[in-house]
């Protein structure tokens, strides 16, 4: 669970008297995106989410490394480590919180618990 010690969240107006609360990470999150950053070797690595469409219920999400940050892209930052988001994806993914879990039944692996996913298909890979 994120906690205010984890990271802070600030909130992105969008139109007159609406915010979103940005995606975070968690610390899990940040120490599995922190340790892969660096063995890369580029410091100004942060891990993109974003949201396209595809799937059988809508859309997907996509992650990778980034270095190049655009104006309109929302950064938020976890124990150093950065999240960016691009605009259009920012409403998909309000509220939304990156975790890794290291093991278990189900595998180590990046978990997005995003509280704005309406349904999704059998097998996992996309939401609606």
Do not use: H, W
């Amino acid at each position: 669970m994120l906690t205010d010690d984890d990271a802070t969240r600030k909130a992105i107006p969008i139109a007159l008297n609406t915010e979103l609360q940005p995606a975070m990470l968690t610390s899990a999150a940040a120490a599995k995106v922190g340790e892969l950053v660096a063995a890369e070797g580029d410091p100004d690595l942060g891990l993109r989410l974003s949201v396209r469409p595809g799937g059988c219920s809508g859309f997907t999400y996509e992650m990778y490394f980034d270095s190049k940050v655009d104006e309109t892209d929302v950064v938020t930052e976890t124990d150093g480590v950065k999240l960016i988001v691009d605009r259009t994806s920012t409403i998909k993914l309000a509220g939304s919180t990156v975790d890794f879990k290291d093991g278990g039944l189900e595998g180590a692996g990046f978990a997005i618990n995003n509280p704005n996913e309406q349904r999704s298909c059998g097998c996992g890979k996309s939401f609606g």
